[in-house]
Each structure stands twice: as C-alpha cells, then as structure tokens.
T-cell receptor, first 114, second 115 residues
Framework: LAKTTQPISMDSYEGQEVNITCSHNNIATNDYITWYQQFPSQGPRFIIQGYKTKVTNEVASLFIPADRKSSTLSLPRVSLSDTAVYYCLVGDDAGGTSYGKLTFGQGTILTVHP | EAGVAQSPRYKIIEKRQSVAFWCNPISGHATLYWYQQILGQGPKLLIQFQNNGVVDDSQLPKDRFSAERLKGVDSTLKIQPAKLEDSAVYLC?????????????FGPGTRLTVT
C-alpha cells in the first residue's frame, strides 16, 4: 500500500479556506485517494474520494495533480466545528474483485480558532 | 438510516480478564471491519469480514483476540486475556459493497481501559 505523508497539525481561523496537502509519491495506477474526518470520541467519517483532477461535494474539494503524487483537501470557510483530525488514505478501490483495506496514518490535527 | 451500533461504549477491566465488544452494522452492509485505535494514532484494521467469512485478519493478535460474525450481520470481538497495551478504542465499521469500498461507515467505538 502506498505510504502517505501529511502535516501533523494545522491552525486556521473561522471563515478561512483550509488546504491540507498529502504526499503519496509511490501511488499505484489503480489507487484512489480518500479522506476521512474524525472528531474526538467519534469514529472516522468519510469526506471525499478521487482518482484524478478535481472532485467536489457539499463538504470539501479534492485536488489531484496530473502526476497524482500528492493531493490537497480543501475546506471552504471553516468553522469551529471543523476542528478534527483529517486522514489521507491511498489504496486500491477496484471494486468487486479486491477488498478495500484502509491504512490510516497519524492524520492532520486541524484546529480552527475563533 | 440507522448507523453502526456498538456496545458497550466504555469498559474498564483488569489485565488478564476477558472482554467482548458487540457491533451491529448498517442494515444490508456486506462488509464489516474491526479497528483498534490507540490514543494519538490512526485506526488499525484488526479484521475484515465479508458476510460471515473472514477476508483479512493479518493484524489480529490471534493468541488473545477473536472475532466472529454469525449469520453475516452482528459481530463480536473478544479479548482473552487482556493486556495493558490493549487499552484503546475499538471501532466497528461497515460498507455496502460486497467487494472493495473505501467509503466505510464507522460506529462510535468502545473505549477499553485495562488496568
């Protein structure tokens, strides 16, 4: 499984856009990039998944450059409630023929200040 | 739609005792996972079921940990005997696809303290 590297912590302020970059230099052709969010005393929650270019949903955007060796999770206009740990995961999501196995790193602790 | 249910939410035991955790996945989800999350770390996969068969248990300490998923629905994770280093949050997750899926739905977890 491809190894990911992301900042240990980040600080931001309410209303700002936050970009968390994840490095995955040895990503394989079949690998997808997935981000999870975890609040204290809760299980992780799926945020977004992508393969290339840009993916956007109601929560976040995911930017993936052409070489796919990194990805950036973008959270628009964060609020205090976005304070959480964010995990970047990379792995094969072929669907139907292989079994998804999530390997979590330490994640990025995002703290949003008033 | 009801989420993944886990019980108990908290458990304190002494080392060498046994403990069991229960998980009820989202209805219809074929795949069920158990993770161990030690404080300050990301979750680590212990075992993965598809229906009632084991897909991956490579990181399960089989000398003390066991898990089963009867009838392909509920699952139980047991530790016997517990060690101090087993203190962690045990998370159960499920996913709707029979094959691979990275969109997993996690329960609230069971916080285990071994003294």
């Amino acid at each position: 499984l491809a190894k990911t590297t992301q900042p240990i912590s980040m600080d931001s302020y309410e209303g700002q856009e936050v970009n968390i970059t994840c490095s995955h230099n040895n990503i394989a052709t079949n690998d997808y990039i997935t981000w999870y969010q975890q609040f204290p005393s809760q299980g992780p929650r799926f945020i977004i998944q992508g393969y290339k270019t840009k993916v956007t949903n109601e929560v976040a955007s995911l930017f993936i450059p052409a070489d796919r060796k990194s990805s950036t999770l973008s959270l628009p206009r964060v609020s205090l409630s976005d304070t959480a740990v964010y995990y970047c995961l990379v792995g094969d999501d072929a669907g139907g023929t292989s079994y998804g196995k999530l390997t979590f790193g330490q994640g990025t602790i995002l703290t949003v200040h008033p | 739609e009801a989420g993944v249910a886990q019980s108990p939410r908290y458990k304190i035991i002494e080392k060498r005792q046994s403990v069991a955790f229960w998980c009820n996945p989202i209805s219809g989800h074929a795949t069920l996972y158990w993770y161990q999350q030690i404080l300050g770390q990301g979750p680590k996969l212990l075992i993965q079921f598809q229906n009632n068969g084991v897909v991956d248990d490579s990181q399960l300490p089989k000398d003390r940990f066991s898990a089963e998923r009867l009838k392909g629905v509920d699952s139980t994770l047991k530790i016997q005997p517990a060690k101090l280093e087993d203190s962690a949050v045990y998370l159960c997750a499920s996913s709707p696809l029979a094959g691979s899926s990275y969109e997993q739905y996690f329960g609230p977890g069971t916080r285990l303290t071994v003294t």
